[in-house]
């Protein structure tokens, strides 16, 4: 993925396109340990936001079946839980330049989370979706969604976290 520079001064105003390019740089490259699970962002909404995950040898958790382990599902569900906040935040304070909106995200931590899994993880790819329900001035609100490339929910979840 190349990267696209920011082409605003520090002093203007966020615009959704390029606060989504930041939140995308920061989650798949800076965030190393969606890195290493290779989380890729598909699509970052106000309030919504996709990714992909492909399956590959370092996921399994259950070598006689090849199923994605479930820490890398929660672990997946929880980052997409939070950059769903991030973009809900973003989206509230789009008058401010984008750097600066980022630095909202320094207290951003996992308060809560449950995870429901419902199937094997078996697939070549899965497509993951999160939304925000509730973002108050403390705490959002977001449910998750774990899909196999055939379109089967494999997880669900649910997350609480600290926004400010």
């Given amino acids: 993925m190349s990267k696209t520079p920011v082409t605003h ?26 890195r290493v699970m290779g989380l890729k962002i598909s699509h970052i909404g106000d309030d919504r936001v996709r990714a992909r995950i ?13 199923r994605m382990h479930g820490g ?12 769903a906040c991030m973009a809900a935040v973003g989206r509230r304070y ?5 750097l600066q909106c980022l630095d909202r995200f320094e207290k951003l931590a996992t308060i809560d989370l449950r995870i429901d899994y ?7 790819h899965f497509d993951l979706h999160a939304e925000v329900l509730r973002l108050g001035s403390r705490v959002g609100n977001t449910r ?6 055939d379109g089967l929910l494999v997880a669900t979840g649910a997350g609480a976290y600290i926004v400010s």
């Avoid at 492909?54 to 090849?66: A, N, Q, S, T």
């Fill in 118 to 124: 419902l199937r094997p993880a078996v697939s070549t």
């Fill in 94 to 98: 789009s008058d401010e330049p984008p």
């Fill in 72 to 83: 890398v599902i929660s672990a997946c569900l929880d980052a997409l839980g939070g950059l």
């Fill in 9 to 34: 001064s520090p002093s203007e105003p966020s615009s959704a396109p390029e606060f989504a390019q930041l939140l995308r740089e920061l989650f798949e490259e800076h965030i190393v340990f969606n």
């Fill in 144 to 149: 998750m969604e774990f899909y196999a490339a």
């Fill in 54 to 66: 492909d399956m590959k040898p370092e996921l399994i958790g259950h070598f006689v079946h090849g």
